[in-house]
Each structure stands twice: as structure tokens, then as C-alpha cells.
């Protein structure tokens, strides 16, 4: 699969160092694979789950949540937001 983008990795984990490790593994991961569906990806990934259209992964042991919306029939991922955990409660990347 192909993440767009991996900048926004980079700068949450500007801001957030301990983020760095897990943000990339997940990158790796998710690059080096090719999912169908999301019951794929929970095969690989222990938390994820979907709101509405998106996808949203716990990184780091949930402490930072990844929110993507993915095109599983062109293979691409497109990272919406990283967040600490506190930031994902408060809602505002619903909008």
C-alpha cells in the first residue's frame, strides 16, 4: 500500500518524539503489505477500528491515535491526522 502522506508522520513526531519509533513501524508495516479490507488489516493490526468512513489505528501502545481513510482498491492511504490520545477524545478531527 502507498501512505500519502508520510510528512504528516514526520511532523507529529517533530512534536511528539516518543511517536517517532511507533508512527514509522507502522509505516513499514503498512507499506510492505497489500490489504483487501479491513478485516485484513485487523489481522495485522490489534486495534483499529472504523468511524464512518475512516480508519483509525492505536499507535504506541495507545497512547496517539492515526486516522486514515483508506482506498483498499488502489491501495493508498491517506493519513488524515495523528493525535495524542487526549487530542482524538476531544472530537474536533470529526469534522
Known amino acids: 500500500m ?20 511507533p508512527l514509522q513501524g507502522w509505516r513499514r508495516v503498512i507499506e510492505k503489505n497489500r490489504f483487501k479490507n479491513l478485516a485484513e488489516i485487523k489481522t495485522t493490526f490489534n486495534s483499529v477500528d472504523r468511524v464512518g468512513e475512516l480508519t483509525v489505528f492505536d499507535i504506541g501502545g495507545n497512547k496517539y491515535r492515526l486516522i486514515a481513510y483508506i482506498r483498499f482498491e488502489k491501495q493508498i492511504v491517506y493519513v488524515k491526522a495523528v493525535l495524542t490520545h487526549r487530542e482524538y477524545d476531544r472530537g474536533a478531527w470529526k469534522k
Do not use: Q
Open 2 to 21: 502507498r501512505i500519502i502522506s508520510n510528512s504528516a508522520l514526520r511532523t507529529f513526531a517533530a512534536k511528539h518524539p516518543s511517536a517517532e519509533g
